[in-house]
Each structure stands twice: as C-alpha cells, then as structure tokens.
C-alpha cells in the first residue's frame, strides 16, 4: 500500500509471467542498503503466480504497492504506474526478471544525487546470457570527470562516441518531476519503446550525471522473454521515435546519431521478419532513412547511399550476414 512518504526513489516494476524470476528480482530491491524508496509493482494481467507473489511480498512490506490490470504490455504497464501516486523523487525502472546485483547500488546512485542533484544519472550494468550463463559489460566506465564537469551537449557526444549512450530505461534514473513537466511516457502497442524514452529524457534533461559500478543484472534469452526475438513492433517502436524527434525544430546531433543507431538495428531486424511483417515494415524503413544522413556520420552517410543504391533489403541482408 502507498503510505504517502517522500522517499528518494520509487522503483517501477512491470510484471508478467515471471513467477520463476519475479522474486529475486523484488529481493534484490529489499536487500539494497539504501532504503528510501517505494516500489511500485504492475501486474500486467499475467496468467500465472506473478500477480500473486507480488502480493505476497507486499504484505510483509509497506513498501511495496501492487497494482493489477488487465493485459496491456510493458509500455502501458510503465504508464500506468507513472500515472499511480508517486512519491519518489527519482524514477527507476526495473526489469521483472532481471535484478541488482550489487546490494549497494542505490546507495551508491543516491550519493551521486544527494553530491549533484542532476536530472539524470547513468549506471552501469552487466548482461547475463539466461542460456550460457555468461556475463558480459553492459555500458560503464564512464569518464566522471568529464561528466561532472563538461556541460550537456559534451556529455552527450561523449556518451554516443564510447557507446555509453544509454540503451534501456533501466540503465539510468531519472527525476520524476522532469517526466511529468514534459509529460513523457513509452508509446504503446509497439516494442523497443525504450529509444523515446530515452532520447526525450536525455533532450529535456539539463544535468546528466554517472555512477562508475556495475549495479544491475539485464537477463537475455530467457525463455517467453519478449526481447529474444525480432518482431514488427520494434521497428514501429524505431519509427516513433524517430517520427517525433523530427518534429523538434531544435535538433541535438547527438540525439539525431543515437536514433541513426537505433535506425540500424531496426535494418539488421527486418532481415529477420516473416514475409508479413516486411510488409509493415518496409515503408516505415524508406520512410526513416533520412535519419542516417542527418547523423553526419561516416558509417551512416555510407548506409544510407547503399540503400539509395541498393535498397535497403540489400543492406539487412548483409548486416544479418555480418552478424552470423
């Protein structure tokens, strides 16, 4: 039950079939040293035991606030908990079967905000292969000096010149008072809705901040997750994004190569569609590409004449033989 405190950070976690995950991912919270927080639990009409679990934790804690809806996906699930009572000063995102895996790691981001009070902070992350159980970097070692000290738009080139620009809503946290200021939520009915997210955030944010360890566990090719295959939806996810950064008059270039990039893995995915999908996808692609030239980037402004030249079927088709 939300009991109406302010707290540092409200922790948002989307749930669905994740019986066998959902509880380490909750235990990996409760277990943190810093305990200034709420965690906001959706339940998003999920089948099985999750919904249950969930309350089950909250029971033994009036931390924890569970909310049930009926099926909507992720994106709606996050929405609707932004538009839930809030009182966290900051907003994380949490994966269901995924988990922190330093039980320091909010101490360690709230220090970062309590020092610098920034809009956004970034941390790192390991990603762990649910099938070979293997552990690899995900983003981090960031440069802090430059960070703390260079001002938005350096940190931004920064961040997309060492591949540090943030590729997920759970990698960074954000100010809950940015998010509704602006009015910013994951559009729905589409995946790889995290790229709006992102590149509205980091465009409306004046402070960016970093945290150097390697806080979180993201879980890959785990069975049922919708991450593991390449669906239509994230390619209609690529193109809203990049649709509604197009119309800001105010452009940031570093924003503009983050969405190159995005454009890029919506290219390498189409290769991997049913003959129905590319359907769908195809003139969103054609529609997108400018998107490549605009980056001003080598490696873009090539793509982009290959697929003038080519066709972009041509390109996916390549990038997917590069990629095996």
């Known amino acids: 039950m939300n009991n109406q405190m302010a707290v540092l950070f409200s922790i948002i976690i989307p749930v669905f079939k994740v019986e066998k995950y959902v509880g380490r991912c909750i235990e990996s919270v409760i277990n943190q040293s810093c305990k200034d927080w709420e965690m906001i639990l959706v339940d998003d009409g999920s089948p099985d035991r999750s919904g249950a679990i969930c309350e089950e934790y909250a029971k033994g804690d009036s931390r924890l606030t569970v909310y049930h809806f009926e099926n909507g996906g992720q994106a709606r699930?996050?929405?609707?908990?932004?538009?839930?009572?809030?009182?966290?000063?900051?907003?994380?995102?949490?994966?269901?079967?995924?988990?922190?895996?330093?039980?320091?790691?909010?101490?360690?981001?709230?220090?970062?905000?309590?020092?610098?009070?920034?809009?956004?902070?970034?941390?790192?992350?390991?990603?762990?292969?649910?099938?070979?159980?293997?552990?690899?970097?995900?983003?981090?070692e960031y440069d802090l000096e430059l960070i703390t000290n260079g001002n938005k738009i350096e940190t931004l080139n920064y961040l997309i010149k060492t591949n540090n620009f943030p590729g997920s809503a759970w990698?960074?946290?954000?100010?809950?008072?940015?998010?509704?200021?602006?009015?910013?939520?994951?559009?729905v009915d589409v995946s790889a809705e995290d790229f709006y997210w992102q590149s509205s955030l980091l465009y409306y944010a004046k402070t960016?901040?970093?945290?150097?360890?390697?806080?979180?566990?993201?879980?890959?090719?785990?069975?049922?997750?919708?991450?593991?295959?390449?669906?239509?939806?994230?390619?209609?996810?690529?193109?809203?994004?990049?649709?509604?950064?197009?119309?800001?008059?105010?452009?940031?270039?570093?924003?503009?190569?983050?969405?190159?990039?995005?454009?890029?893995?919506?290219?390498?995915?189409?290769?991997?569609?049913?003959?129905?999908?590319?359907q769908i996808a195809a003139p969103l692609l054609k529609a997108d590409k400018h998107v490549l030239w605009d980056a001003k980037n080598l490696v873009y402004r090539v793509a982009y004449i290959l697929i003038i030249i080519s066709g972009f079927k041509s390109i996916s088709y390549i990038l997917n033989a590069i990629k095996r």
């Open 171 to 187: 990698i960074f946290t954000a100010k809950r008072e940015l998010i509704e200021e602006h009015c910013i939520r994951f559009p």
């Open 77 to 140: 699930a996050r929405n609707r908990a932004l538009d839930c009572p809030l009182n966290g000063e900051y907003i994380i995102f949490v994966d269901s079967d995924d988990y922190w895996e330093n039980s320091d790691g909010l101490q360690m981001i709230a220090d970062r905000i309590n020092d610098r009070h920034e809009d956004v902070v970034l941390y790192e992350g390991h990603t762990l292969d649910y099938v070979t159980n293997k552990k690899i970097k995900h983003r981090g």
């Open 208 to 278: 960016i901040g970093a945290v150097n360890n390697k806080l979180y566990i993201y879980v890959i090719n785990r069975d049922g997750s919708v991450t593991s295959k390449a669906h239509v939806s994230g390619i209609l996810g690529i193109h809203y994004a990049v649709e509604q950064w197009y119309k800001k008059s105010d452009r940031l270039l570093s924003i503009t190569q983050y969405l190159a990039y995005a454009y890029m893995i919506a290219l390498y995915n189409y290769g991997r569609l049913s003959p129905s999908e590319k």
